[in-house]
Structures are given as C-alpha cells and as structure tokens.
C-alpha cells in the first residue's frame, strides 16, 4: 500500500497544477470578458465570422451585425481570445 501513495500523490498534484489552476484561470478571463461586451464592440465567433455587437440581451443572446446582415448568437458562441485581440489597443513603438 506504502508503494502507492508516493505516484498517488505525484498524480494528485500533476493533475492540479497542470489541468484545474489553468481551467480556472481560463473560466475566470471568460466571465470577465463576457461582462465586459458592450454595444459597438467588434468581435468573431468561434465559427469565424466577423461583425459589431448590436444589442446585448438578458436571455443570454447578441445580435451581431455582420457583412451577411444581422444574425443573433449566443454570448458563449464569441470567440474570447480573437475577440480579445480585435479590440486590444494599438500599442505604439
């Protein structure tokens, strides 16, 4: 039983510091960035299509205006990490 508990605990600690502190500070920017979206944002969704944020509604919907006209998606259908690009500020050199 003694032989088990040292890669038990090896385990335990791999499985901690490598799949659920980056889980949660992935869960954490989400939430930020979702409460975050504002009218006028430009942003893409995780299908890839690109427009500006019309309406936000509290049934948990956007409707996006795109170059194919307007199309409503769910708030969790945006693509954080390409959004977050589009609308980061220019940084000057």
């Known amino acids: 039983m003694d032989q088990l508990l040292g ?6 600690v791999f499985i901690i510091f490598f799949i659920v502190l980056p889980q949660r500070k992935k869960l954490k920017q989400e ?16 299908g890839g299509m690109h427009g500006k944020i019309l ?6 919907t956007v409707i996006i205006e795109t170059g194919a006209g307007k199309m409503k998606f769910d708030k ?3 693509s954080v990490e ?8 220019e940084v000057k050199k």
Do not use: C, Q, R
């Open 82 to 89: 390409k959004s977050s690009k589009l609308n980061a500020p």
């Open 76 to 78: 969790t259908a945006i």
């Open 55 to 60: 309406e936000l509604n509290d049934d948990g």
């Open 31 to 46: 939430k930020k960035f979702f409460g975050e979206l504002n009218k006028g944002m430009k942003v893409i969704t995780n």
């Open 7 to 12: 890669p038990l605990l090896l385990f335990s």
